[in-house]
């Protein structure tokens, strides 16, 4: 099976890599178009600010070519963020995947949120085997409201969208790759999509 990470400068890509590995899966690491549409799965990975990845996107044409992606597509904790509408972070617009706008956690809680936390609500094939309540690790500051391609919630001083999902594309918050066993067996599900 052919699994492509989208490396834009703005992800942390090794970590997802190895994760991979460790199921036994070799993903390529690629900007390259015609690599990320000729991929069987597409990973689109994200760390750091909004405005200043989707500049990265743009800069390469990927924000014209990742919404017309017809293979699963997986967008990890920005990556996802950058699926949505927009975000409040950096009055950014994002691919417009999602039909979400991304919100700030508001002053009242400590931000970002890093740790673990629940995920709730679980829908789709993605979440096969995993157990509500089950424990995801989370690094952020801003969260995609529940709306109505929600698979999954947590919540951080409100219920916010731990997943999305439209047609052939899915979005976590959380981050598989550092969520140990469950994690994995979330790459493991998408693998099977």
Same mark, same amino acid.
């Given at each position: 099976m052919n699994i492509t990470i989208i490396?834009?400068?703005a992800g942390n890509i090794q970590s997802i890599k190895f994760a991979f590995?460790?199921?036994?899966?070799?993903?390529e690491l690629t900007h390259d178009a015609e690599l990320i549409m000729k991929a069987d799965k597409v990973i689109f990975p994200g760390v750091g600010e909004a405005s200043s990845a989707m500049h990265k996107l743009e800069a390469t044409s990927l924000d014209v070519l990742i919404p017309k992606l017809k293979q699963p597509v997986l967008g990890i904790c920005l990556g996802m963020q950058l699926m949505c509408n927009a975000s409040e /972070?950096?009055?950014?617009?994002? #691919?417009g995947i999602f039909d979400v706008d991304v919100k700030k956690f508001s002053n009242k809680v400590k931000v970002p949120q890093i740790g673990w936390n629940q995920i709730s609500d679980l829908k789709t094939p993605l979440f096969n085997e995993i157990s509500e309540k089950e424990y995801m690790y989370l690094v952020h500051s801003f969260y995609a409201p529940i709306c109505s391609e929600?698979?999954?919630? !947590?919540?951080? /001083? #409100?219920?916010?969208s731990s997943a999305l999902h439209k047609d052939n594309f899915y979005g976590?918050?959380?981050h598989p790759e550092k !969520? !140990? #066993?469950?994690?994995?067996?979330? #790459? /493991?599900?998408f693998l099977k999509l």
């Open positions: 490396d834009y400068g590995q460790r199921i036994g899966i070799n993903p /972070e950096g009055a950014t617009k994002g #691919l929600t698979i999954a919630t !947590s919540n951080y /001083e #409100l219920d916010y976590t918050q959380f !969520s !140990s #066993l469950a994690g994995q067996r979330v #790459l /493991e599900n």
